[in-house]
């Protein structure tokens, strides 16, 4: 059964430095999403993208954060100067039809930590 | 603003136990709502989707209904196991998912 992968599993970064995480979402799938869950709180919605654009972002998603399809698999979220508050688990989710309102398929997650 | 909420926080119950986990939300206007599995420390497995037209989605020992006049979703599990330990979170789905923060259920042999 296809599956989003991401990767890498955790990470560790020290604070100011940039990091790089990989989804790749269901071949056959058109949204494509970033959500993060900090350490015992809800699972937070970031970023939503179709046809190569950003469609809807949340106020966490600011100038720090950016989407990338960069080839016709690959989905990335980069954070260019890590706070210690991005610290938490990252998922990529996809799903296909008609504005993306059917099942999201999440991926296992990227554990990030910020020292 | 859409939130979502869920009751209880915690859950213990004997393993054979049915049981109802509630969740409830502030906006009807909704597309669908997804209930999830979160296991500790990883990711998560999409349990059920009702669809804002429908009332009723059952998978296995797995039933969720909604009502979205109201504003509420219910989690029914038959037969309770140790294995369906783990946290349950419903969200909405308005394109993006809205969360809730979770049940975490434990299922005692």
């Known amino acids: 059964e296809p599956e989003v992968t991401q990767t890498p599993s955790h990470q560790v970064t020290q604070m100011g430095q940039e990091v790089i995480l990989r989804c790749v979402p269901i071949s056959n799938h058109l949204y494509f999403y970033w959500y993060r869950q900090i350490l015992g709180q809800k699972v937070e919605f970031l970023v939503s993208f179709y046809n190569n654009e950003i469609s809807e972002k949340s106020e966490i998603f600011d100038d720090q954060f950016s989407v990338e399809r960069p080839d016709g698999s690959n989905f990335t979220l980069k954070i260019r100067s890590t706070k210690l508050e991005d610290s938490a688990m990252y998922f990529c989710?996809?799903?296909?039809?008609?504005?993306?309102?059917?099942?999201?398929?999440f991926g296992p997650g990227t554990r990030l930590l910020v020292l | 603003k859409q939130e979502v909420t869920q009751i209880p926080a915690a859950l213990s119950v004997p393993e054979g136990e049915n049981l109802v986990l509630n969740c409830s939300f502030t906006?009807?206007?909704?597309?669908?709502l997804q209930w999830f599995r979160q296991d500790p420390g990883k990711g998560l497995t999409s349990l059920l989707l009702?669809?804002?037209?429908?009332r009723e989605q059952t998978s296995g020992r797995l039933n969720a209904s909604l009502d979205k006049s109201s504003g509420r979703s219910t989690l029914y599990i038959a037969a309770s196991q140790p294995g369906d330990s783990a946290t349950y979170l419903c969200?909405?789905?308005?394109?993006?998912?809205?969360f809730g923060q979770g049940t975490e259920l434990s299922v005692k042999p």
């Open positions: 969200a909405v789905i308005g394109g993006k998912l809205i």
């Open positions: 906006d009807s206007a909704i597309y669908n």
């Open positions: 009702i669809q804002s037209s429908q």
């Open positions: 989710a996809s799903n296909t039809g008609t504005g993306g309102r059917e099942t999201q398929y």
